[in-house]
């Protein structure tokens, strides 16, 4: 949005209606669509200068406009957004500006700028990976079926050696002009030429790779890094991998989508890892030393003596790496002691031995549970 329609159209603030609509009419002659045809920097200053006097050449709306700015009342943002927007009386106004200049004046219709260069779309592609692959990140080849531009003919759709034709129908401006009489003047209603689809150029000799297109089809290897701690719907941006654009336009980009395979023993919770591991009774009771696996191989673990079944254990830095700094989660261990079911006689003495001791161990952590919340609230 322009920020100043005085400086736009070249006049001090207290210019007269006269000078502003004489300033106008020099400065929209000038870059008159018609009289700068295809040129991008003229058309969007004539937009500019149309957009400054739709205000300033309008008592109320300069009005406005000198009091609030372009915030004012009635003075949107939405910009020139093409003549439609002009009331009847704004149109009788033109009509009469544009009197001595062939009595014409353009209509924009909305297709107007679809002939310029077009970005290609973007692409999706999912990939699947391992837990390790992505504990470790990975380079991974995809086959990516998209278009690309032609290099035969380098994306003009013309064979080599052959030139394009200057399209008879718009003149290479890639514009139809209709001219429309109505009570208010006569216009000309300026539409995009269908014979060379906007662009001006007319293919006789039709690349025989792209028959004129600009674009194929092509499978393409491409290799990617997968960076290390990618997590399941992680999305990767790989710019300028979609497809190609036309007429010179940028390709577009590509997304990798992530999906990470359910692993055997392992279940991701952001940078940790969760895993569950049975040990015996024994070693429950009496403590010990295993060996536990981790998404690197395995790691020993100190189970101490006497614990409970369901105990969660914290192996630090033995998690997935973060995506952005490397810096490594952990591993939870969920104990869960098993229960012999068969007992050999001797084993069987020992439990009733064992039995035969009067302390309830139940009862016991009971007791030692509400001394210590007598104690929390003594
Ligand atoms: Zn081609
Ligand atoms: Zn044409």
Same mark, same amino acid.
């Given at each position: ?201 007319? &293919? ?19 290799? &990617? ?32 989508? &992530? ?120």
């Amino acid at each position: 949005m322009p920020e100043d329609y005085y400086k736009i159209l070249g006049v001090e603030k207290g210019a007269t209606p006269e000078e502003i609509k004489k300033k106008y009419r020099t400065l929209a002659r000038k870059y008159h669509p018609d009289v700068n045809p295809n040129d991008k920097t003229a058309e969007a200053k004539f937009k500019e200068i149309n957009e400054a006097f739709e205000v300033l050449g309008n008592p109320q709306k300069r009005a406005n406009y000198d009091q609030f700015g372009q915030a004012g009342p009635g003075m949107g943002r939405g910009g020139f957004g093409g003549f439609g927007g002009f009331n009847q009386a704004d149109f009788s106004q033109f009509d009469d500006l544009f009197s001595g200049f062939g009595d014409i004046f353009n209509v924009f219709s909305g297709g107007r700028r679809r002939h310029g260069p077009q970005s290609g779309a973007d692409l999706r592609y999912d990939l699947t990976i391992e837990l390790e692959e992505s504990f470790s990140g990975i380079k991974s080849k995809i086959e990516l079926p998209r278009t690309e531009t032609c290099g035969r003919c380098n994306g003009n759709g013309a064979e080599p050696g052959t030139s394009l034709k200057t399209c008879p129908d718009c003149n290479g401006t890639g514009e139809v002009k209709q001219t429309r009489r109505t009570p208010l003047g006569q216009f000309v209603h300026i539409t995009m030429c269908h014979k060379c689809n906007g662009s001006g150029k007319i &293919i006789e000799n039709p690349c025989s790779e792209c028959h004129g297109e600009g674009t194929v089809r092509k499978t393409r290897t491409i290799e &990617i890094n997968i960076p290390k701690g990618v997590d399941n719907d992680s999305h990767l941006k790989i710019s300028g991998e979609g497809e190609a654009g036309t007429r010179g336009g940028p390709s577009g980009d590509l997304y990798i989508v &992530i999906h990470v395979k359910p692993h055997k023993t392992f279940e991701r919770y952001g940078k940790n890892l969760y895993c569950k591991r049975t040990i015996s009774l024994s070693q429950a009771v009496l403590g010990s030393e295993i060996e536990v696996d981790t998404i690197e191989g395995k790691a020993k673990l100190k189970i101490p003596s006497g614990t409970q079944s369901h105990t969660v254990f914290k192996m630090r830095g033995q998690g997935m790496p973060d995506l952005h700094n490397g810096k490594r989660g952990d591993q939870l261990v969920k104990i869960e002691v098993l229960i012999p079911t068969k007992l050999n006689k001797k084993q069987k003495e020992m439990f009733e031995e064992f039995s035969k001791d009067k302390t309830d161990p139940v009862q016991d952590t009971k007791k030692g549970f509400f001394e210590k919340l007598k104690k929390i609230y003594q």
